[in-house]
T-cell receptor
Framework: GESVGLHLPTLSVQEGDNSIINCAYS??????FIWYKQESGKGPQFIID?????DKRQGQRVTVLLNKTVKHLSLQIAATQPGDSAVYFC?????????????????FGKGTKLSVKP | DAGITQSPRHKVTETGTPVTLRCHQT?????MYWYRQDPGHGLRLIHY???????DKGEVSDGYSVSRSKTEDFLLTLESATSSQTSVYFC????????????FGPGTRLTVL
């Protein structure tokens, strides 16, 4: 809940501006990445995902960019709204798997707190 | 919350008492996970399950046990709660169209005095 946002890097943007949240991932072998949004007192909410065979993926008002060369992931939010205020964090899957294979684990970043000023 | 409920949502208990948290899903997903979330840390995996009665340890499994007797329920037990287990606990599921995509429940805030 509220404690999730403590001690996190904070991005403050004006309502209507675009937001860019960055994430450096750890494993060059990671093949799947997710962005989550977590509002105060709630569970993480899936926003968008991307696989390593893509550089860019777009959703509704959100775009994820993947730069495998520098192991960097970014989330762009267009026309940021007050309801976008939350902690955002990325996750990487360090093991490929299929239904018959071994369990892959998601490794989560610590997150960035987005604050939208009206 | 993708058809996931957690109970209780809040609990205060004393050191040394047993505590069981329940995760219930209505999605019929194969995989279920328990995480804890603490300030200064990302979500950390405690245990996970890849089917009924099939479970394995995660990164921070010491002091925790789990059970899964039905597809829809995954229980997390603290046999003897300690203050270091004060945390917010999240259940997650995966196994739909993309087995890698995990969906989270609303969380349980546990305080151990």
């Amino acid at each position: 809940g509220e404690s999730v946002g403590l001690h996190l890097p904070t991005l403050s943007v004006q309502e209507g501006d675009n937001s860019i949240i960055n994430c450096a991932y750890s494993n060059s072998a990671s093949d799947y990445f997710i962005w989550y949004k977590q509002e105060s007192g709630k569970g993480p909410q899936f926003i968008i995902d991307i696989r390593s065979n893509m550089d860019k993926r777009q959703g509704q008002r959100v775009t994820v960019l993947l730069n495998k060369t520098v192991k960097h992931l970014s989330l762009q939010i267009a026309a940021t709204q007050p309801g976008d205020s939350a902690v955002y964090f990325c996750a990487e899957n360090i093991e490929a798997r299929d239904y018959g294979g071994s369990q892959g684990n998601l490794i989560f970043g610590k997150g960035t707190k987005l604050s939208v000023k009206p | 919350d993708a058809g996931i409920t957690q109970s209780p949502r809040h609990k205060v208990t004393e050191t040394g008492t047993p505590v069981t948290l329940r995760c219930h899903q209505t999605e019929n997903h194969r995989y279920m996970y328990w995480y804890r979330q603490d300030p200064g840390h990302g979500l950390r995996l405690i245990h996970y399950s890849y089917g009924v009665k099939d479970t394995d340890k995660g990164e921070v499994s010491d002091g925790y046990s789990v059970s899964r007797s039905k597809t829809e329920d995954f229980l997390l037990t603290l046999e003897s709660a300690t203050s270091s287990q004060t945390s917010v606990y999240f259940c997650a599921i995966s196994g739909g169209a993309s087995i890698d995509t995990q969906y989270f429940g609303p969380g349980t805030r546990l305080t151990v005095l």
